[in-house]
């Protein structure tokens, strides 16, 4: 075990070279600053003021930091996070195996499997450390754009569903909600990862990874696939935003991530099978 967690820590240190592993943590602040900005345009705010005064609430107390922090990551996290999160995923394999590295890395006493365990396991923190700073990077300018205090308003129309929450409640809701939204977006690391197993590109991996999620997500958009939505991913990754319901159902959502978990076992294994197979000396 302890040599396990010392390969780990050196795989994630090397993790930390990497210049694109940043990528996504500035691609964010950016597109936070940005959305924050406009949430404060006149057009914007109306809209909002609308939307919370006809529910009989105070706009002044609603439209706060944990809101404006709630529709930063509700708006970007899908389609950005998935961006950098398949990318990182994507190389983890690919990127080592292109550049020869592999070979080298397996002279060392080492099995496949283990080593697929620990570039897996250091993609899942990183999609949890990545989530973690969009959420709480939000949330920060969002309290220096409107300070603290007010209530957390939080909405899905696809789920139906509208909330209202004092600060102290909003904060409890917010911060369940990124842990939920992480274990989501892993998938998104697990597919990218199961790509990269293959003997493609890096890029190749990243882009297939990425045209599955999409082509995913519009058929659960688009309502042509209503009655076979058990079929689709992102009908189960799009679960996280139950836990901001009024009466959480911690049994659906228990359900749904026990089926992600399932998915993202099977990838594994699947990759590490195909790895397994490659003859990596040629």
Known sequence: ???????????????????????????????????????QLDGVERFFRRMISTQGESFDSYFSA?????????MAIFLLGGIYLTLVAGDVVAKESEDGNLRLLLTRPISRTRLLAIKFASCLVYCFVLIQFIAWSALLLGVIVRGWGGGLFAFAPEQEFMAFYD????????ALSTITLSVSMSMACCIAFFFSCWRIKPSAATITALSYLFLDMILRESGFMHNYRHLLITHYMN?????????????????????????????FVAGAAIFESRDLKS
């Not at 944990?66 to 509700?74: K, N, S």
């Not at 009024?246 to 978990?261: D, F, G, T």
């Open 239 to 267: 679960v996280w935003s139950m836990v901001l319901f009024e009466n959480i159902p911690w049994a659906v959502i228990l359900r749904h991530y026990a089926i992600l978990a399932g998915i993202g076992l099977t990838l």
């Open 167 to 174: 600060a102290r409640e909003g904060l409890w809701r917010y």
């Open 1 to 39: 075990m302890k040599q396990f967690l010392w390969q780990w820590g050196a795989e994630l240190r090397k993790m930390l070279a990497r210049k694109r592993t940043f990528l996504g943590f500035g691609a964010f602040l950016a597109l936070e600053a940005i959305l924050l900005v406009v949430f």
């Open 66 to 74: 944990l809101t404006l922090a709630y529709l930063v990551v509700r």
